[in-house]
T-cell receptor, first 115, second 114 residues
Framework: GAVVSQHPSRVICKSGTSVKIECRSLDFQATTMFWYRQFPKQSLMLMATSNEGSKATYEQGVEKDKFLINHASLTLSTLTVTSAHPEDSSFYIC???????????FGPGTRLTVL | AQSVAQPEDQVNVAEGNPLTVKCTYSVSGNPYLFWYVQYPNRGLQFLLKYITGDNLVKGSYGFEAEFNKSQTSFHLKKPSALVSDSALYFCAVRVLNTGNQFYFGTGTSLTVIP
């Protein structure tokens, strides 16, 4: 139980294009999902907290117009990197919270490379 | 401010020996504590958590951790290490009155030597 999927697992795009990453909770409903960014050999950096049906809460320094988050249902949140640049290349990980368990369950991550 | 410290970037242990990965925390309020493991190019896998109750919690793959309130620690342990335990381990803390945010440590790379 408590499985979270991410799609795609890997994406390569040209500079200036937009990329959408999907995060799904497969066997539970998640009122809250989180988006993280991880640089090589570093810890996770929380980008935003996404609540179903409401606007995401972004961490300080994260551009909300660049990293668009939509949490349209209790099982799906999407992160769109708009007008991607090489410095956006990173490993993006989502997580979903199992209500009442106080635990986040993580997706397998998406490796984004912007050329 | 809430924070988590993993004082060791790297831990090496021989296969079959006991392993310990250290974690200390600093929070205002009652902590919820977690351990996650990350294999290369993968997301984090939940290992175990302490919410309340018995200070010794047992988790997946034979791991356990002990909540020590006086030392503000939550060290991860396993009696006998396997080569397949080699991975990156993250400690995390959450305090409900600060919202939903988890605070992650910087990670400890564990290498089990055959």
């Amino acid at each position: 139980g408590a499985v979270v999927s991410q799609h795609p697992s890997r994406v390569i795009c040209k500079s200036g294009t937009s990329v959408k990453i999907e995060c799904r909770s497969l066997d539970f409903q998640a009122t809250t999902m989180f988006w993280y960014r991880q640089f090589p050999k570093q810890s996770l950096m929380l980008m935003a907290t996404s609540n179903e049906g409401s606007k995401a809460t972004y961490e300080q320094g994260v551009e909300k117009d660049k990293f668009l988050i939509n949490h349209a249902s209790l099982t799906l949140s999407t992160l769109t990197v708009t007008s991607a640049h090489p410095e956006d290349s990173s490993f993006y990980i989502c997580s979903a919270e199992l209500a009442g368990a106080h635990t986040q369950y993580f997706g397998p991550g998406t490796r984004l490379t912007v050329l | 401010a809430q924070s988590v410290a993993q004082p060791e970037d790297q831990v090496n242990v021989a296969e079959g020996n006991p392993l310990t990965v250290k974690c200390t925390y600093s929070v205002s309020g009652n902590p919820y504590l977690f351990w996650y493991v990350q294999y290369p190019n993968r997301g984090l896998q939940f290992l175990l958590k302490y919410i309340t109750g018995d200070n010794l919690v047992k988790g997946s793959y034979g791991f356990e951790a002990e909540f020590n309130k006086s030392q503000t620690s939550f060290h991860l342990k396993k009696p006998s290490a396997l080569v397949s335990d080699s991975a990156l381990y993250f400690c995390a803390v959450r305090v409900l009155n600060t919202g939903n945010q988890f605070y992650f440590g910087t990670g400890t790379s564990l290498t089990v030597i055959p």
